[in-house]
């Protein structure tokens, strides 16, 4: 009797428990709703969804705590938990990953940094602006913290000599917050503070697509008178006049970029893809540094690199045959070589499906032939190396770009103009290259072919950290030749004044 009245009096409890878990579920779900779907809302999606889900873990801060430090809210409405983790990342003494960048780095601070890079403003006709990027109103640099913003480069054979474009992009995202990416280099505002002064012209878009002379009327090309603009800028800069312009960088890849005002300048460290054009007394390896072209076709990933026994061609070589200078031996070799049955020799171009072409045939062949065309590199042997297929190169006064720290006989055959046009050679040499050995080399070029990458942001060991370190290692050499030169002459000054 007492068990059956307690049960009755429960009834109502139970009714009213039901309705208000009820009502809650329901009113929980409509804010739900309502904060998804509002644009406008006072509290940023990543947020309201570290809420819900209850995670505070750092993986989860890591990825987001940049887009949430952008929008604005009220963080009084925020669990006193959350907003501590939020202050903790704000303030943390090195940013965590930003939008951009590897998933471990860091933006990187000055005295992090190997090199400190000053970077001239120059007005974006001499960069971004041959990119057809207007900036709003006195806007010199893009944005670089989204890819969205960032100018694209032109493709096809422009693209092989676009350097001072990706060294550019990668100053800028020094001093941007949510990009993350190697230390090699920092920008900094006061040249006092630099290693080295950048100078940000982009010289070889500028020779593809400013040296031709428009109408009857221009007698001088833009991109000339921007050569002659940057030299009469620089002549004037006070950085220039300290050092004669010996800590300067500037990017001259393409052989004929800065031809009119090489001269001029020859006394900065440049950027080239070789010595080819240039006497030996403009640029050298003592000073200037030798940086990859980029390649042209996709580079194959590791996974999915064929061996030796599914690569069934033995030598690869494709493009222009019948070239000026040095380069007359691709005409000797095709005649020697366009009979072998394992032997593919033969013209191309960018054109139509060719760069897929030669990507197809470089991933499928053993070796791939690096002649010497107009000057003694080209951009062939950086897609074998991205192909994993073993260059043969035959370029005599070739320069190779990092060779102070690369060791290119381990994954690279060298052979001798006078030793290649001899009847039967090459192909002998090639055939008696088994398995073991070349297996080999096809390994350490899987190993190697990163330093060969350019990319936004750059990753640690890419091109653009290689040629950052590069330049390091110029500048120290260059002070020492400069501290040693000094070592008498205060004495001798001191001297002179007494008499």
Request: aromatic share 12%.
């Amino acid at each position: 009797m007492i068990s059956s009245m307690s049960e009755k009096n429960m009834q109502p409890s139970k009714l009213l428990f039901y309705l208000i878990f009820t009502s809650m579920f329901f009113l929980i779900l409509s804010s739900i709703i309502l904060l998804q779907s509002s644009s406008n809302s006072f509290m940023p999606r990543s947020v309201f969804r570290l809420i819900v889900v209850n995670t505070t873990s750092s993986e989860y801060f890591r990825r987001n705590v940049h887009s949430y430090s952008k929008d604005t809210f009220d963080r009084s409405s925020l669990p006193s938990s959350i907003d501590t983790r939020i202050t903790e990342f704000e303030s943390a003494s090195s940013h965590s990953i930003g939008v951009l960048g590897q998933e471990n780095a860091k933006v990187c601070k000055c005295n992090q940094s190997l090199l400190k890079v000053y970077m001239y403003d120059l007005p974006p006709e001499f960069h971004f602006g041959l990119l057809g990027w207007k900036g709003e109103g006195n806007q010199i640099w893009p944005d670089v913290s989204t890819l969205d913003q960032i100018p694209r480069y032109p493709g096809g054979l422009n693209l092989q000599h676009s350097i001072e474009y990706w060294l550019a992009l990668d100053l800028l995202a020094s001093t941007t917050p949510n990009v993350a990416r190697p230390c090699s280099a920092v920008r900094v505002l006061n040249s006092s503070l630099a290693d080295v002064i950048f100078v940000p012209f982009f010289s070889s878009l500028s020779y593809n697509r400013q040296s031709k002379l428009h109408g009857k009327k221009e007698k001088v090309s833009v991109n000339r008178q921007l050569q002659d603009k940057l030299v009469e800028f620089l002549m004037n800069q006070p950085e220039w006049k300290k050092e004669g312009g010996k800590n300067h960088l500037i990017v001259a890849h393409h052989p004929n970029s800065m031809l009119g005002v090489r001269r001029k300048l020859g006394s900065a460290m440049f950027v080239l893809a070789d010595f080819g054009r240039y006497p030996a007394e403009v640029a050298n390896l003592d000073k200037d540094i030798i940086a990859p072209y980029k390649h042209i076709v996709r580079m194959i990933g590791v996974n999915n690199s064929a061996p030796f026994e599914k690569r069934p061609t033995l030598a690869y070589f494709q493009g222009a045959i019948y070239r000026k200078d040095v380069g007359v031996i691709r005409q000797e070799l095709y005649y020697l070589l366009k009979d072998e049955k394992d032997v593919h020799f033969a013209f191309g171009t960018v054109r139509g499906n060719g760069v897929h072409k030669a990507s197809e045939g470089m991933a499928s062949s053993k070796f791939c032939l690096n002649i010497a065309g107009d000057t003694p590199s080209s951009n062939r042997l950086f897609d074998a190396i991205v192909s994993h297929c073993v260059p043969v190169i035959i370029s005599d006064e070739i320069e190779l770009p990092f060779e102070d720290v690369l060791d290119y006989s381990g994954f690279c055959i060298f052979v001798q103009t006078s030793d290649a046009v001899k009847t039967g050679y090459l192909v002998n040499l090639l055939r008696g290259i088994k398995r073991k050995k070349w297996t080999k080399m096809w390994n350490r070029l899987k190993e190697v072919a990163p330093h060969f990458e350019y990319q936004y942001p750059s990753v640690s060991g890419d091109a653009i950290e290689m040629i950052w370190e590069a330049a390091s290692r110029k500048m120290h050499s260059a002070w020492l030749r400069l501290h040693k030169t000094n070592r008498y002459k205060r004495y001798q000054l001191m001297g002179m004044v007494k008499k």
